[in-house]
């Protein structure tokens, strides 16, 4: 199927989406993807590219394009104010300025910039909003353990292994909604 400059493949026995390009350029965009940089500076998803994968990596990401599916990062995601995300971010920090359909699991802090729009829920240790953002969303603030034992997760990811194989995505999620099912359950949040 060709989309723009980008031809997608569809393996049918790993379910998996491999972008060819047609165009240098976007080659050499491509490769900036995919690149591990050592130097703090975030791996770049840039405007004009709609990516569907599952992305993992200890790296910073910024997204300025279309993104479908999860990004998993043991480093901060900041997600620019004309990107728009379908599906999941699991990281230690976020910044977020344009729009998801998805779920926040933090480690940190959550910062919805002016503009952003987030539709589903949010875990994590911080939140902080401006005044100007449109959030159809539940909160929850994991305690202090739960936290400790997430990071303890996150900072055992393995590149290497693709993220829907990773026994540790589900591990991170159910960590962060057993937290809160357990809040829920408590004899202090029950009506009397």
Not at 104 to 114: E, F, L, P, Q, R
Not at 124 to 153: G, H, M, W, Y
């Amino acid at each position: 199927m060709t989309d723009g400059f980008f031809s997608k493949k569809r393996s049918k026995e790993e379910n998996i989406i491999s972008i060819e390009t047609t165009n240098t350029k976007t080659e050499t965009q491509m490769n900036d993807i995919r690149a591990t940089n050592g130097n703090g500076n975030p791996i770049l998803l840039p405007t004009e590219v709609m990516i569907e994968a599952n992305f993992k990596t200890k790296h910073p990401i910024k997204v300025e394009s279309k993104f479908h599916g999860t990004l998993l990062s043991q480093d901060k995601i900041i997600v620019e104010d004309h990107s728009e995300i379908k599906g999941d971010l699991i990281c230690s920090e976020l910044i977020i300025s344009g729009k998801l359909v998805g779920n926040i699991y933090c480690t940190g802090k959550v910062s919805a910039k002016n503009g952003c729009e987030i539709t589903g829920k949010i875990f994590t240790k911080r939140f902080e909003n401006d005044d100007n953002t449109n959030l159809n969303c539940i909160i929850s603030v994991p305690d202090n353990a739960t936290i400790e034992q997430i990071n303890a997760v996150l900072n055992d990811i393995d590149i290497n292994t693709k993220l829907a194989a990773d026994v540790n995505l589900p591990k991170i999620i159910n960590l962060f909604t057993d937290n809160l099912n357990a809040k829920n359950s408590s004899p202090r949040t029950k009506a009397e």
